[in-house]
């Protein structure tokens, strides 16, 4: 008689229950993974298919079992940062729920979509043979969650089309109004007769107010479309934005770490990741009390990252999530929904007397 473990680590290589050995729970557990409507794999070390149920098949299109046993099971992926088992183990772990989503691609060409979990399977001797990976159809739910983001991000992109036309009316109708008013006034005041009984504390007032009033003006234009990031490019803005956020608030040292070119992010994202920095930077100016506050961007390997660290008093993301800090809370779920109608994905790190972490990242498109 064989020993157990080795007994144990052929089942990497069966297809068929009639071949199992002579245990009943064994089978019992065999035919429920058989009939189970989650798809169900087993990899050896290395990530080569070796045994498959039939809905994992359906979910790949695949009409017989030769289609799949012995391919890699990383080579069933779309994603371009997905080249072994080890890879796909990663993108597993970093999920917050031990899972993670991929996009998949049958045999005749059809894309779906899979969410994904996996176990290592020991033979009795408690050594690692190989992997149980467990998959679930999420086709719909992603294409209803990418229709809804297209939607979205169509209502984003009209929003902003919205605010340029009002920033530019702002700028070019009333900005101009007032500018030209107060250089009249300007004229009469200085052009007045000797005789005239004009208060020139009161004139010089009013002429004050009006170029405050100008100045909120352009401010307002300002925020509702900056023209400096099609005028001059992002990397510009953002430097503009910064150096005037330290201006408006001088105790707190702003550090701007900018490894990427305007050419590598898509003109679309410009906007995006501008209005993210406008929102995570002003808070984290107004409401940390931090000292300092690190933005970085940097073209990463697959994708777009960025990061808003500050070394203030923190706060609890729960107290956010449950709109305890109604001020803080709106402006952070306005970053979230920002990031991800766009593709982006966005984690928040904070701890008290600790100071805040806001992580993006937007992949390029395969």
Partial sequence: MEPIDKKEEKILDLTDSDQLPDDVFTKIVYDALKSSI????ITDLEGFIKWINPAFMQMFGASAESQLI??????????????????????????????????IKGEKGKIGYIELFYTDIHNYSGTVVGKMVSAHNITDRKLLENHLRHISAKLVDAQE???KRVARELHDS???????????????????KPSTNIDSEASSAIIQRIQLIIDEVHNISKNLHPSILHDLGFSTAVRAFC???????????????????????????????YRVIQEGLTNAAKHADAATIEIRIEKEK??????????????????????????????LKNIQDRAEIFGGKFILNSTFEQGSTLEFSWPFTD
Avoid: W, Y
């Avoid at 701007?256 to 990741?273: A, C, M, R």
């Fill in 38 to 41: 989650s798809g169900a794999a």
């Fill in 70 to 103: 012995d391919r890699r099971l990383s080579d069933l992926f779309t994603s371009h940062h997905i080249h072994a088992i080890e890879d796909i183990k990663k993108s597993i772990d970093d999920g917050a729920s031990k899972t993670a989503e991929f996009e």
């Fill in 161 to 163: 089309a919205e605010r």
């Fill in 174 to 192: 009333v900005g101009a109004s007032l500018v030209s008013f107060k250089f009249a006034l300007e004229e009469l005041i200085e052009n007045q």
């Fill in 243 to 273: 150096r005037e956020t330290q201006e408006s608030f001088p105790v707190v040292d702003i550090n701007l770490d900018l490894n990427i070119s305007d050419t590598d992010i898509p003109e679309k994202l410009k906007i995006v990741i």
């Fill in 302 to 331: 697959n994708c777009i990252g960025l990061l808003i660290r500050d070394n203030g008093k923190g706060f609890d993301p729960n107290a956010i999530q449950g709109n305890h800090m109604k001020g803080k809370g709106l402006g």
